[in-house]
């Protein structure tokens, strides 16, 4: 499988964003798929998922702000991001886990400014 995100950017403290993240290959092979962000010096975190087909999960940082969302038809993976804080500013990256096999895409920088 391979990841592509993109739709990061800068924006301002209550802004919004959503990344995308195109995947080809084994989608529908997929038990897991999310994003996770991480920023230097911090190790890597769960921001949202979906797990074994609709069941979502979300950090608590973001709940009731972040959106997680899937198109199987086009292989398209979502985060709908409001409310952006400060704290949001990491690199972000998308994920999918086929069969137990892990697989990242390259990364899209969210930076909130205040």
């Known amino acids: 499988v391979q990841l592509q995100a993109s739709g990061g950017g800068l924006v301002q403290t209550g802004g919004s964003l959503r990344l995308s993240c195109a995947a080809s290959g084994s989608w529908f092979s997929a038990n897991r798929m999310g994003w996770y962000r991480q920023v230097p010096g911090k ?25 997680i969302a899937r198109d199987n038809d086009k292989k398209m993976l979502y985060l709908q991001m ?17 069969l137990g096999d892990h697989f990242w895409g390259q990364g899209t920088l969210v930076t909130v400014s205040s």
């Open 82 to 98: 409001n409310n952006l804080k400060s704290e949001d500013t990491a690199l972000y990256y998308c994920y999918v886990n086929v």
């Open 43 to 67: 190790e890597r975190e769960l921001v949202a998922t979906f797990s074994f087909g609709d069941n979502t999960n979300y950090a608590d940082s973001v709940k009731g702000r972040f959106s």
